[in-house]
C-alpha cells in the first residue's frame, strides 16, 4: 500500500508545472484577464475535478496492485486464521454417474471433494456424509485425519438410489454440533438435479424424514453453505420406467402384449427401444418421444417355452446408461396348480368346473380329503379351495395361515359339516360367521352385485352386456361385520353377503357365503360359477409373490419370492459376483435375507451344480432419472439459507471458497474502477481541451474581412 | 544578398501583377487636384452631364445647348460632373502589440505588406497616397502625391519604423483628421487595442469632414481565438505585464470578450458608413486584397 503515495503525482506535477511555465509575448493582456476573470469559477472546479479523478485514479490502480481483500463474512474474525470443520455432502444417487463427452459429472464432484480437503490446513477436521434414500454418515465427528477421509472419498461411487438432501443437511448439522468455536463449513457436492432438493419443500417433504422437519432458524448462521451443482443444465435421457405384461399370468401359447412406458428428458426425439428375451432381440419400436413425455411401446410376445425367461426392455445409450435397460422376468406356466379339499360329492362341481375343457383331465387341479391335507405341502398350489372341509385340525389350520400369508389365495366355501363355531377360531377369515340363514321362499333369488368392479380378482373378466347374475339362495352364512382388511366383493341382493376377501400376509382369503354344490344355492348352475373360479384361480396363480421385477434395495428378504431357499444356494448377481444371503429371525420364522441387492440385472440361482436359473429381475427405481436442473438462485429460498453459495463447477467453488476464507480479492474491482475513473478523466480533460469552433468561424468573418453578422446585408 | 527596399520589400512581382487591374472606389465624393475618375464636388469637364443652368454673361458659348435654344428661344448651359483624382492617406499603427505574430508575419509586417498592395492599386490608378505611421504619437506623415517613387519612399519609411511603445490611436488620428482638410479616402491599418469608443470618436471626426474611411482591423489568428497554444505565462508587449493562464481553459471566454470587442467596433462603424474590415494576418495578403477590391468595387456600382 506504499504505492498509494502515487496518490500525490498529480499535485505533483501540477506544481512542477507551475515552476516550469514558459513566458510567452503576447500582444495585449486585456482580454485573457477579462476571460479569465469571466471563467475563473469553473476553470477552478474542472481543476478541482480533474485533480480528484487523477488522484482517486493513482489510489486505484496502487490498491490494486496491493491485492487486497475483503472478508465477506465475520469481519471480526482474524481473516481465516481459526481452524475450521468441515462437512461433505455427496450426493451418492445414481443420476451423479451422468456422463456427456468430457463432462462426468461423478469424477468432477469426487475432485472437487478432494480438493476441498487439499484446501484444510493442519489442525482442520472433515467429515463425510453421503446422501442416498437415507443419509449415510461415514464419519461421525469431523476428522483430522484428512489422508483418512481422502481415501474414503477416493473409494466411493454413485448407488442405486435416489438422494434426499433435506436429510443429509440436518446430518451435517449434527456432526457440528460440538465444533465449539471453529469455523464451520457444509458442502453439498450434488448433480444440480431438482429431485434431491424437494425435500426442502414443506409440500414435497417425503413421509420417511428421519431428521424431522427440516427448520432453517435452527441453523446456527456462522456455518457457511456451499453446494457444487455439477451436472448438466441441459440434460437429455431416455429410459424404460416400468414395464407391464397383458395378461398378467402366462400360460404355455396365451397371447400375451408386453407394454414398456418409455420416458423421455429433453426435447421430443424418436428412439428405438428394443425387446430381448433370452438375449435374443424379438422386437424393436421407434417411437417419436415428446419432450420430457412418457409414451407406452406394445410388444407382442413371442411363442415362449415354460419357464422363467429373462427379458429386458432397452433404450440407446446416453448420458445416464444405467437406466437405459429394464429387466424381468417373463413367467410361462404350463399349468396352474390348484387344490380342492372336501369330499368327492361336495368337490364335485368344483372340480368340473375347474377341469373344463380339459377333456376329463385333471390338469394341475388336484382334490383330496380334509384329513390328508396335513401331509401335502402346500406351497405347490397356487390356490387352496375348502368346500365343506371345516372343521379342520389345529396344525393345518396354521400351515394354511402359513400358506396365506406367503401369498396363496385361500377360498372356502361352506357346507353342512360345520357350525358357525368352527369359522369362529381361524383368524384369517375375513369375517365371523355367526349363524347360517335360511332365506324365505319369496326372497331365495338374488342378484349378485360385484362391489368392487376395480379388484385385481376380477382383472380380465368381463360379463356379456347387460347381463346381471342371479341365483337362488336356500342357506347362507351369515356375519354382522368384516374383520380388518376386509372387504365385501360381492353382494346377492342388497342385504346378504356372498363373497368376502381379507388380504393377510401376502396372501388372500376368501369367504364365500353358500356352498360349492346345490343343496345351499343354484350357484353351480349359474353362468357366473365357473368364470368366477378361474378368476381366482388365476389371481391365486399370479399374485404378488412372482413380480415381474423388484427394486434395487440395501437388504431383501428372499424368502418371499424364493420360500424354498437354502443357506446352500448361490444367487449370483448380474456381474457374476456372489450375493449375500443370510438366515435372519422374524419373529418365530427363519428367513433368508440379501444383502446388497444393488446391481441392476437378471440375478440367477445355482443349486447343486444344476445349470442357473434367473430368480429375480432387479432394477433401479427411476425417480432420479427425470433430470430437472434445479437454478442456483432457488436454493437459498427453497433451503431457507440465503447464504447459500452455489457454484456450477468445481473452479467456482474453490473460487467461492477462497473468497469467504480470505476475502473477496478486490483487484478486478479496482481496476475496473480505475478504467472508469480513467475514462472519466479522458472525458473531462479532452471536455476542456476540445477543439472549439473558431471566432472567425463563429462570427462568420468573410474573405473579404466583412464580418456577416445578423444586422449586416 | 541585397537587402530589398520599397515595394519590392513588401510585394513580389506576381502580386504586383495580379493587383494591377483593380482599382480602389471612393464611395463618396472626393476633392483632388488632377483630373481622375473619381467624382468632384465640382463641375467641370467631363463626358457625364450634370444639369442645366441660365446663361450668363461671360459663360463660354460653346457650353450653350443649343437644341434647348431651338426649342424654347432660351439660353441655357449644359454643366457636366467634374471628375476628379483620389487621394489616399494610409494611417498604419505600429504600437507595441502590431509586433505580435504568432506564425512568421508580425501584424507589423502584414500591414506594411496591406499598405504596399493598397498604394500600388491607387497609384495604378493614376491616385495619389500618402501615409501616416503613429504609435503612442504620430511618428511620421507623409503628403498624398501619384508616383511610384513616392510610393517607394512611403515604403521604405514604413520599413525602418519597428512595432514599439504604446498605443494612443485617438490622439494620433484626430492629428490626421486635423491635417487633411479635402474629401479623401482614408485607410486605417491596425490592431485597434486602444479604447474603442475614443477610437470611434476619431473616426467620426475623418467622417465629419466627408472623408471616405476604410477600417482594417489587423489581428492575429492567435488573437482571434486562441485556442492553439498551450498554458504559458503571457506578457503584455506592450506594457510589459504578466498572467499566467491556460489558453485551452479560457479559450470560450477568450472567444466572447474579443467577439465583443470586435463588435465595438463593427456597430459603430456601421453606423457611421465606414468600411469595417477584420484583417486575420493567417490568411494570404493578395488573396484578401483582392477579395475586398473586388467586392468593394461590386458594391459602389
Not at chain 1, 60 to 84: D, E, K, S, W, Y
Not at chain 1, 310 to 328: E, K, M, Q, S, Y
Amino acid at each position: 500500500m506504499f504505492a498509494a503515495a502515487a496518490a500525490i503525482i498529480p499535485l505533483i506535477l501540477h506544481l512542477m508545472q507551475k515552476r516550469r511555465t514558459v513566458r510567452m509575448p503576447f500582444s495585449t493582456l486585456r482580454f485573457l484577464k477579462a476571460a479569465q476573470k469571466r471563467s475563473s469559477n469553473r476553470i477552478r472546479m474542472e481543476n478541482f475535478l480533474l485533480w480528484l479523478l487523477r488522484t482517486l485514479l493513482m489510489i486505484a490502480i496502487a490498491a490494486a496492485f496491493a491485492v487486497p481483500v475483503i472478508r465477506t463474512v465475520n469481519l471480526g474474525r482474524l481473516m481465516g486464521q481459526a481452524h475450521r470443520d468441515v462437512v461433505i455432502i455427496m450426493d451418492v444417487s445414481y443420476s451423479m454417474g451422468y456422463e456427456t463427452g468430457q463432462r462426468r459429472v461423478w469424477e468432477s464432484t469426487r475432485q472437487t471433494a478432494l480438493a476441498i480437503l487439499r484446501g484444510l490446513q493442519k489442525g482442520d477436521r472433515a467429515s463425510v456424509i453421503l446422501a442416498g434414500d437415507r443419509p449415510t454418515t461415514l464419519i461421525e465427528k469431523p476428522s483430522a485425519d484428512l489422508a483418512m477421509v481422502q481415501t474414503l472419498i477416493e473409494s466411493l461411487a454413485p448407488r442405486p438410489e435416489s438422494s434426499h438432501l433435506d436429510e443429509a443437511l440436518p446430518e451435517a448439522l449434527n456432526a457440528l454440533k460440538e465444533s465449539g468455536n471453529r469455523e464451520r463449513e457444509i458442502y453439498v457436492l450434488t448433480d444440480g438435479q431438482a429431485l434431491p432438493w424437494a425435500g426442502f419443500d414443506s409440500t414435497n417433504r417425503a413421509d420417511h424424514t428421519v431428521a424431522g422437519p427440516w427448520d432453517p432458524a435452527r441453523v446456527d448462521k456462522d456455518i457457511a453453505f456451499f453446494a457444487l451443482l455439477a451436472g448438466s443444465r441441459s440434460p437429455e435421457n431416455c429410459r424404460p420406467v416400468d414395464v407391464t405384461l397383458s395378461p398378467s399370468l402366462l400360460m404355455t401359447n396365451t397371447l400375451a402384449t408386453l407394454n414398456a412406458r418409455i420416458a423421455r428428458t429433453g426435447p421430443a426425439s424418436d428412439l428405438a427401444v428394443t425387446l430381448f428375451i433370452d438375449n435374443a432381440e424379438v422386437g424393436r419400436r421407434t417411437p417419436l418421444l415428446d419432450a420430457n413425455g412418457i409414451q407406452t411401446v406394445a410388444f407382442p410376445l413371442p411363442p415362449l417355452t415354460p419357464g422363467i425367461h429373462a427379458a429386458r426392455v432397452t433404450t440407446p445409450a446416453d448420458g445416464l446408461a444405467v437406466d437405459d435397460a429394464f429387466h424381468l422376468l417373463i413367467r410361462i406356466r404350463e399349468q396352474l396348480p390348484t387344490l380342492c379339499v372336501g369330499d368327492e360329492q361336495d368337490t364335485l362341481f368344483l372340480m368340473t368346473a375347474l377341469t373344463a375343457g380339459q377333456q376329463g383331465k385333471a390338469g394341475g387341479v388336484a382334490t383330496l380329503n380334509a384329513d390328508a391335507l396335513k401331509e401335502t405341502s402346500l406351497r405347490d398350489y397356487s390356490s387352496i379351495f375348502l368346500v365343506n372341509a371345516l372343521p379342520l385340525a389345529g396344525q393345518t389350520m396354521l400351515d394354511l395361515e402359513q400358506y396365506v400369508k406367503n401369498g396363496g389365495t385361500l377360498t372356502l366355501f361352506p357346507g353342512d359339516n360345520a357350525t358357525p363355531a368352527a369359522y369362529r377360531d381361524w383368524s384369517i377369515l375375513p369375517a365371523k360367521p355367526d349363524s347360517v340363514t335360511e332365506v324365505p321362499q319369496g326372497g331365495r333369488v338374488r342378484p349378485l352385485r360385484l362391489l368392487l368392479t376395480q379388484d385385481p380378482l376380477f382383472s380380465g373378466f368381463a360379463l356379456p352386456p347387460g347381463a346381471t347374475p342371479t341365483l337362488a339362495i336356500r342357506r347362507a352364512l351369515h356375519w354382522p361385520n368384516l374383520e380388518t382388511n376386509s372387504v365385501m366383493v360381492i353382494e346377492a341382493g342388497s342385504d346378504l353377503p356372498f363373497l368376502a376377501s381379507r388380504y393377510f400376509g401376502k396372501g388372500r382369503v376368501l369367504l364365500c357365503a353358500v356352498s360349492a354344490d346345490r343343496r345351499w344355492s343354484t350357484l353351480p348352475m349359474t353362468s357366473f360359477f365357473l368364470p368366477m373360479l378361474h378368476q381366482i384361480v388365476q389371481f391365486g396363480a399370479g399374485l404378488a409373490k412372482e413380480p415381474l421385477y423388484v427394486w434395487t434395495t440395501p437388504t431383501m428378504i428372499l424368502s418371499d419370492s424364493l420360500p424354498d431357499l437354502t443357506e446352500n444356494d448361490q444367487i449370483l448377481m448380474p456381474d457374476g459376483r456372489l450375493l449375500t444371503v443370510r438366515p435372519v429371525r422374524q419373529g418365530s420364522d427363519i428367513l433368508m435375507e440379501a444383502e446388497g441387492v444393488e446391481e441392476p440385472g437378471i440375478y440367477t440361482l445355482s443349486r447343486n451344480g444344476d445349470p442357473a436359473s434367473p430368480v429375480l429381475a432387479v432394477n433401479i427405481e427411476r425417480k432420479e432419472s427425470a433430470l430437472e436442473p434445479i437454478e442456483g438462485s432457488a436454493l437459498g429460498a427453497l433451503t431457507g439459507l440465503p447464504g447459500f453459495r452455489v457454484a456450477l463447477d468445481g473452479e467456482d467453488l474453490q473460487q467461492q471458497i477462497n473468497e469467504y476464507r480470505r476475502g473477496r480479492p478486490l483487484t478486478e474491482t479496482l481496476f475496473w474502477l480505475a478504467l472508469l475513473l480513467a475514462i472519466a478523466e479522458g472525458w473531462l480533460a479532452n471536455r476542456i481541451c476540445r477543439n472549439r469552433s473558431t471566432l472567425v468561424a463563429t462570427v462568420k468573418v468573410q474573405e473579404s474581412g466583412r464580418i456577416r453578422s445578423p444586422a449586416s446585408p | 544578398m541585397v537587402k530589398k527596399e520599397g515595394i519590392a520589400a513588401f510585394l513580389s512581382p506576381q502580386e504586383r501583377q495580379s493587383l494591377a487591374r483593380l482599382t480602389l472606389q471612393s464611395r463618396y465624393v472626393v476633392e483632388g487636384n488632377l483630373a481622375g475618375r473619381h467624382r468632384s464636388p465640382n463641375r467641370g469637364a467631363s463626358t457625364e452631364f450634370a444639369d442645366h443652368r441660365a446663361y450668363f454673361p461671360g459663360d463660354d458659348p460653346k457650353r450653350l445647348d443649343w437644341k434647348v435654344l431651338a426649342r424654347t428661344d432660351r439660353y441655357f448651359i449644359r454643366r457636366y460632373q467634374d471628375e476628379t483624382n483620389l487621394r489616399v492617406y494610409l494611417i498604419v499603427d505600429r504600437s507595441g502589440s502590431m509586433g505580435y505574430g504568432s506564425g512568421n508575419v508580425t501584424k507589423y509586417q502584414y500591414a506594411c505588406r496591406l499598405a504596399a498592395a493598397i498604394g500600388y492599386v491607387i497609384l495604378n490608378s493614376r491616385d495619389s497616397v500618402g501615409l501616416c505611421v503613429y504609435s503612442k504619437t504620430v511618428d511620421a506623415s507623409l503628403g498624398a502625391r501619384n508616383s511610384f517613387s513616392h510610393l517607394n519612399n512611403l515604403l521604405k519609411t514604413l520599413q525602418q519604423f519597428k512595432p514599439e511603445s504604446d498605443t494612443s490611436t485617438a490622439p494620433a488620428l484626430h492629428r490626421v483628421a486635423e491635417d487633411v482638410h479635402r474629401r479623401a479616402l482614408i485607410v486605417l491599418i491596425s490592431d485597434l487595442f486602444d479604447d474603442p469608443p475614443e477610437v470611434v470618436k476619431a473616426l467620426a471626426h475623418f467622417r465629419k469632414q466627408h472623408h471616405d474611411v476604410i477600417v482594417f482591423h489587423t489581428l492575429d489568428p492567435m488573437e482571434l481565438d486562441l485556442s492553439t497554444c498551450k498554458g504559458a505565462e503571457f506578457e503584455d508587449m506592450e506594457t510589459g505585464e504578466t498572467l499566467i493562464a491556460d489558453p485551452r481553459a479560457l479559450a470560450d471566454a477568450y472567444q466572447k470578450e474579443i467577439n465583443d470587442f470586435i463588435e465595438q467596433y463593427r456597430q459603430p462603424c456601421a453606423e457611421m458608413n465606414i468600411d469595417y474590415r477584420v484583417v486575420n494576418t493567417g490568411h494570404p495578403l493578395d488573396t484578401f486584397v483582392r477579395a475586398y477590391l473586388e467586392e468593394r468595387r461590386r458594391l459602389s456600382r
